[in-house]
């Protein structure tokens, strides 16, 4: 009896728990500023230009990171400020810019900023398959349509985005989404006819909108 009522006492001698105020973004990192870089490619210049204010007020305004563009490196430089919330934002805010580098629109790499889980995926014509002259011509022709057609209904069926520059491919959007792309993509480059890629592509997409 005697031994419950010493233990009881103790528990009421104990302090009260401390209570921390949450970490800032530059408090985490003690202090030290965050750093990334984001090299501009020669034909992406004019339309960084272009759309310099567009990717400036969401990244600098709602994501709170500094951001300026480099003229002498030809490079977007970021960093985080003392009000950055949170310390994801300067990665998130690269991976933005950077999309835009490759080539997709300021609306579709915005995506990046707003909703987690999307990624970029990018992969070459000659990773699927070795291809030269004209039948390289052709496979990329495969790839898009006519005016694009294949490429629309690709991203509409799969909900990702695609860039084909020149031989190289970059497919922005959810995991499993870009998977079914890729898919659908590389069935083309190997020389399957667009119809039978899209009575494959409206099954895959049926199954994937169940599951959700």
């Known amino acids: 009896m005697q031994s419950s009522e010493t233990s009881s006492m103790e528990v009421e001698k104990l302090p009260p728990k401390p209570k921390f105020e949450p970490l800032k973004a530059h408090e985490i990192s003690d202090g030290r500023v965050q750093f990334r870089k984001v090299s501009v490619p020669p034909h992406r210049f004019t339309p960084l230009k272009k759309a310099w204010m567009e990717i ?9 990171i500094d951001i300026r563009m480099n003229l ?69 022709g495969r790839l898009s349509g006519k005016g694009g057609k294949t490429k629309f209904t690709i991203e509409n069926a799969t909900t990702t985005r695609i860039v084909i520059a020149d031989t190289k491919i970059h497919i922005l959007g959810s995991f499993s989404n870009i998977k079914v792309a890729r898919d659908s993509l590389c069935s083309l480059i190997l020389g399957s006819p667009a119809g039978k890629v899209y009575s494959k592509l409206r099954a895959v997409s049926a199954r994937l909108a169940e599951r959700f």
């Not at 490196?73 to 949170?86: F, G, I, Y």
């Open 56 to 64: 400036y007020t969401p990244i600098y305004e709602q994501m709170k």
């Open 72 to 140: 002498k490196a030809r490079k977007v430089e970021l960093k985080t400020r003392s009000d950055t919330p949170d310390i994801s934002n300067l990665q998130k805010c690269a991976d933005f810019v950077h999309a835009f580098m490759l080539g997709f629109e300021v609306n579709d790499a915005l995506a990046l900023l707003r909703v987690d889980e999307l990624y970029v995926d990018s992969f070459e014509i000659k990773d699927v398959k070795t291809l030269r002259g004209e039948h390289l011509s052709r496979a990329i």
